[in-house]
């Protein structure tokens, strides 16, 4: 992973946890493999960005951003998922001026 | 002499019959809670079943683990024609089964168990009113073929009739009889002879 | 002689008696607890079943030592599960909101609010809840009590509960609710409500 996508990873996972309704991003399974070892501390859900990828499909001008996510069952999920495409894509637009995105947001669990 | 009262059936592996299907379904659908729960109603009885068989705890908790496991894999084709406790006991059982047959070569040639047992009138000793120490009936127990310690098991321990024991070891109920039989023979003279 | 089955007359490793009884016969005979006077009299008979009453109670005793038994199930139970959540079926994504929204929710997170709003129905618990197609199709199977009333109601009043938690909970729309009811359930019959520890509120 490049140095920029490495930043942008980070930048967008701090962008989702911010929205509210957002529980945490999805555990990898480097997380779950480290949860395997006992209660570890450090094997909180949302330590690595797994939930977060960035492609870029070929004959697609536009690079796919998709956002993995728990949502927080207080809110409605629809509304926090858009709220979260909301934020990513207000991040991209000025972080990324120039660039056209996809955004895709999943909801893998609720809590 | 009073004769024991027959070992009945014992009560279904499983609470709440109902709960235990609708859980099942679940899982069957990938709800992992839902399998979090049946496992942990029927982790403790499978466990002791396991250990019954095996003699090893260590060696339970790994076959029931991967009975487990096992049946998180196979419950989208699983059909729900027993109880989810029914297809766990069979497919535990089976397992150990499989270990028990693999561990024989191990065993000494004097103890490989298809032998006939001696002949019971003719063992040289009764046994005794006193406690068998563990490790003697867990040495007699080795001398049975995982046959024989499978059905015993089952039939003595775990108190299941042999019509259960038949469909769950997938042979007839009158090779089940004679398997707990020559195990009680083996095993009484074992026993006996070591006093 | 009758009592006995025929299967062990037949075993070849059967040995008999010196008072001329089948050893399988009188065993056999103990464990189903018939008794007739040859049996209650016979001392080779008496000893046989006395050693084999010996042994089961000498195993039995055996198997409840405590230091036998399982002691901690509960890390047991944490072990599979960890490795249960390495091989997870999360079903097939399905649409939220508005189906060029590319927001997504997976099958079974959203099985399992409508499973849940299905329960807020007094009495009800719900099993398979399979849902796909645009707008999504919902099947859902319950289990409902043996006294309900009206069934046709209560069916009714299921539907509305998963048709409201799918729009105001998730955002979820959905196309026909088809609710099958695959058992009535008596109280006994059903397990306490702890069962569904498992699952997040």
Known sequence: ?111 | ?195 | MTNLPPETRTDPDDETLPCGRLLSQVWADWEEGVHDDHTTQCAHCRLAVADLERLESQVRALDSDPAQQPVDAASFIDRVMDVVRLELRPGRPLPLGETDEDLRIMENVAARALRRAAEEVPGVRAGSCRLGGTPVDVDLSVHVPLTTPDVQALAQQIRDRVDVTAHERLGLHLGEINVRITDLVSEDEAAPRSAQEGSAP
Request: with cysteine; net charge positive; hydrophobic share 35%.
């Open chain 2, 1 to 195: 002499m009073t004769g024991n009262p027959p070992p009945g059936e014992p009560p279904d592996v499983e609470g709440g019959r109902s709960d235990d299907t609708l859980m099942t379904e679940r899982a069957a659908e990938g709800d992992e809670d839902a399998f979090a729960v049946l496992v942990r109603r029927h982790a403790p009885s499978l466990l002791r079943l396991a250990t019954r068989l095996l003699g090893d705890r260590t060696e339970a908790e790994d076959a029931v683990q991967e009975a487990f496991v096992g049946a998180w894999r196979s419950l989208p084709e699983f059909q729900g024609r027993s109880s989810f406790g029914t297809w766990m006991y069979r497919i535990v059982t089976n397992r150990c089964l499989n270990i028990l047959r693999a561990r024989r070569p191990q065993a000494p040639l004097n103890e490989l168990p298809d032998l006939p047992a001696p002949a019971y009138t003719t063992a040289p000793d009764r046994i005794t009113e006193g406690r068998a120490a563990l490790h003697d009936v867990q040495e007699a127990l080795s001398t049975l073929s995982p046959e024989q310690r499978i059905c015993w098991t089952l039939r003595t321990l775990d108190g299941r009739s042999y019509a259960f024991i038949a469909k769950t070891v997938g042979i007839s109920e009158q090779a089940v009889r004679a398997r707990v039989f020559r195990a009680r023979r083996q095993l009484t003279h074992s026993l006996g002879a070591w006093q």
């Open chain 1, 1 to 111: 992973m490049s140095a920029s996508a490495d930043t942008m990873h980070s930048e967008l996972a701090h962008v989702v946890r911010e929205v509210p309704g957002v529980a945490f991003l999805a555990p990898g399974l480097r997380s779950r493999l480290r949860a395997l070892r006992a209660t570890s501390p450090l094997a909180r859900p949302g330590d690595d960005t797994p939930g977060i990828t960035v492609s870029a499909p070929s004959g697609d001008t536009r690079t796919t951003v998709e956002i993995r996510l728990i949502c927080r069952s207080d809110r409605r999920t629809l509304d926090t998922t858009r709220a979260v495409r909301e934020a990513v894509s207000r991040h991209l637009a000025t972080g990324y001026p120039g660039r056209e995105f996809r955004i895709i947001v999943t909801v893998t669990g609720v809590t």
